[in-house]
Nanobody, 114 residues
Framework: QVQLVESGGGLVQPGGSLRLSCAAS????????MGWYRQAPGKQRELVAA???????TYADSVKGRFSISRDNAKNTVNLQMNNLKPEDTAVYYC????????WGQGTQVTVSS
């Protein structure tokens, strides 16, 4: 089972940007779908973006046009570029396969606040 470690979160003002990274413990080239998820306080975890091994990406409506997911199969990483961040993007962000496995990493906190 692949282990995933998220990084890159932080505190940013509305309208700012962050780039999240997810490092996998083994090759991910044969994992068709990888995804970024988030969980805000008091809310269920939700899928933010997913990407196939071939690079086809899909996004939640709430982040379309602002977030961009990418993967580097050679480096075993999955990244999430987040632009024009809004306070409602505040959450703990996780990466996982898609559909999600039961094994979650520690996530990385993203806080959007002035």
């Amino acid at each position: 089972q692949v282990q995933l470690v998220e990084s890159g979160g932080g505190l940013v003002q509305p309208g700012g940007s962050l780039r999240l990274s997810c490092a996998a413990s083994r090759n991910i080239f044969n994992i068709n779908h990888m995804g970024w998820y988030r969980q805000a306080p008091g809310k269920q975890r939700e899928l933010v973006a997913a990407i196939t091994s071939g690079g086809f990406a899909t996004y939640a409506d709430s982040v379309k046009g602002r977030f961009s997911i990418s993967r580097d199969n050679a480096k075993n990483t999955v990244n999430l570029q987040m632009n024009n961040l809004k306070p409602e993007d505040t959450a703990v962000y996780y990466c996982n396969v898609y559909p999600a496995s039961a094994s979650w990493g520690q996530g990385t906190q993203v806080t959007v606040s002035s």
